[in-house]
């Protein structure tokens, strides 16, 4: 489960990579309401945004905070 405010306006998410830069990933929609959407399709262990980043793109790099 995801929080829906999460999802870019194409289904799409950030996750970020090994070398600490964003990319789009797609994941399978299976079910969504207003608050929250359940995805399929995402690997175990892959780091997805937490919070929206203001202008964020496909490369930009970013310091994880690991909370």
């Not at 964003?22 to 994941?27: A, E, I, R, T």
């Not at 399929?40 to 202008?55: C, F, I, R, Y």
């Amino acid at each position: 489960r995801m929080e829906a405010g999460l999802f870019n306006p194409d289904g799409s998410v950030y996750a970020v990579a090994k070398d600490s830069t964003l990319n789009k990933v797609f994941p399978e929609i299976l079910h969504k309401n207003k608050k929250e959407i359940l995805v399929n399709g995402l690997e175990e262990g892959l780091v997805v945004l937490s919070e929206p980043v203001a202008n964020a793109f496909d490369g930009m790099r970013v310091i994880p905070n690991k909370k």
